[in-house]
């Protein structure tokens, strides 16, 4: 009797990786990539461009290039209640066409790429930059649009963005 349920054990150990090698379960990774800008400057440096080249290869080496996010600061920190200065916002807009004209030569088909101006308040990533974790939840919980910034996105950004920098997120597909 011990032997079969030693079997029978092993049987269902044995069958949790095989489900999830089938699709079963399918688990998506995010790259990252921090672009740190000198003051006043929109321009990406030579280096800054390898980076992101490096970053897309390093994510279609794991699978297909689903989802492109960019997140721009100015100089200045985060708005909490206003957007900061004409010129601040523009000059987070610069770096956001910087970052994606880099990006849009490098990853070819990816049509679409997802920005936030940091320097607005009045976009969805900004209106949520500084919200607890519980709220975060619920928030999370009730996005159902493909194209809404997921948790893991979000995260990222939270974590590596300041200002003079833009994030940018590549969501993979395994293969």
């Given at each position: 009797m011990k032997i079969w349920n030693s079997l029978?054990?092993?049987?269902?150990?044995?069958?949790?990786?095989?489900?999830?090698?089938?699709?079963?379960s399918k688990v998506d990774q995010?790259?990252?990539?921090?672009?740190?800008f000198d003051a006043r400057e929109a321009k990406l440096s030579t280096s800054d461009m390898d980076k992101l080249r490096s970053l897309i290869k390093e994510a279609q080496a794991h699978g297909k290039i689903s989802k492109v996010e960019v997140a721009a600061w100015s100089d200045s920190a985060h708005p909490t209640k206003m957007?900061?200065?004409?010129?601040?916002?523009?000059?987070?807009?610069?770096r956001i066409k910087a970052v994606k004209t880099t990006l849009r030569r490098d990853l070819g088909k990816m049509k679409y790429i997802n920005s936030y101006n940091m320097a607005e308040s009045a976009n969805w990533l900004s209106r949520f930059f500084n919200t607890s974790e519980a709220e975060l939840d619920a928030v999370?919980?009730?996005?159902?649009?493909?194209?809404?910034?997921?948790?893991?996105?979000f995260l990222i950004i939270k974590r590596e963005g300041a200002p003079s920098k833009a994030i940018v997120v590549l969501k993979v597909e395994h293969k």
């Open positions: 029978l054990v092993l049987s269902l150990l044995c069958f949790v990786p095989l489900a999830m090698a089938k699709g079963y995010y790259h990252s990539a921090v672009i740190t957007d900061l200065s004409k010129p601040s916002r523009d000059l987070a807009d610069r999370f919980a009730k996005k159902a649009n493909a194209e809404a910034m997921e948790r893991e996105d």
